[in-house]
């Protein structure tokens, strides 16, 4: 994508409504612009990174046996009253009327829609199990919407929900969920630490935060410092089988939100020179509770011995938009954003220092082009700006390498290669750099 073509509102300065630096940089940077309070617009950059979180996710929903589907945004305001859900919600519930008078709703969470569709498709134990997932926008009318993305009233989440005979086989799924978001946070370059949580609304009496470490989080957390060494499962994964072993590794040793701190038992269990207490940012949040749908909304399916049976079920979520916020919060410097590679809107920034001028023009174009056939994803400032503009701007907006073409260095036959993260510079030939950079993002 050629910088002259693409659409970036930059800004300059501070934005004064930002109150933390996620908020500041994706304002700046023109990732997001907001169209009333808690309700953004994804500009294209931006919007470029949602879709990189939201397949990053999609791919590991789909590993662990989840199946994709898409539900609509509004809700018969009846499905929330069978399960006695739509009294007790509150506030935050955006309620509406169709032109016919039917209450309707902008859906919050989807257990009760997904709960109809299962029981009116569902009937014989022998479909069981299954977990269906959709990613799709949703609505919580905050009564203090702040912090741009982080705690905006619409985002994008990613929702899943599973559906099993026993409460055994929900444990199963359940685990599969858990194995699952500590790979997806993990290919995002991020160290999620899944802590024991509230239910809240959703109901259920088990429940884990995926916490993300930052200085600027929106809450307390508290952790055995070992969590933070311990590495995801890798590729090789095998959901199918015993995924207790893997949980209990990541569960044995003490790690709470805030509202289930218990001081006392924290100081009793973790030495004291293990005893982490930080600021955190929830991105997943992962639940099981049985059948507190299913028997109100009366889905049942014939076991094998011809009695109806209420399913156990299980209900998983991740803030696709707030993720972007998130990684920023954790990812970044006095200069901007520093994109993990794996998230990043385009992987190289190629900057033409002397547009106009035949050598650089040509040796841009010969790389811009052969980026592109290694399918590299980049963005040419082939713009007339100052220097010092496009360094900055590029600093900015916090893509994981830049290509930097001048004059004097042609004439030396190198151009230069910078690491955005660690700010590490090298002199190197255009083929070098071509193949420094195939590498980095293989």
Known sequence: MRLSRFFLPILRDDPKE?????????LRAGLVRQASAGIYSWLPLGFRVLKKIEQIVREEQDRAGAI??????????DLWRESGRYDDYGQEMLRISDRHGRDML???????????IFRNAVSSYRDLPRNLYHIQWKFRDEIRPRFGVMRGREFLMKDAYSFDLTVEGAERSYNKMFVAYLRTFERMGLKAIPMVAETGPIGGDLSHEFIILAETGESAVFCHADLIALEAPGDDIDFESDLAPIIGQWTAKYAATEEMHDAERFEKEVPENMRLSARGIEVGHIFLFGAKYSEPMKCHVQGSDGNLIPLQSGSYGIGVSRLVGAIIEASHDDAGIVWPAQVAPFDVGLINLK????ATDGACEDLYNRLLGAKLDVLYDDTDERAGAKFT??????????????P??????QVELKNRASGD??????????KALVAAAS
């Open 393 to 406: 701007t590029m600093d900015l907006i916090g893509l994981p390498w830049q290509l930097i073409v001048g």
């Open 68 to 77: 994709e589907l898409l539900m609509p945004t509004i809700q018969s305001a």
């Open 18 to 26: 930002a109150e933390i630096v996620s908020h500041r940089l994706m």
């Open 425 to 434: 510079r090298q002199k190197l030939s255009p083929d070098e750099a071509v």
């Open 355 to 358: 547009p106009g001028d035949d």
């Open 106 to 116: 902008y859906g919050p969470t989807n257990e009760e829609l997904i709960t109809e």
């Open 408 to 413: 004097k260095s042609l004439k030396e036959g």
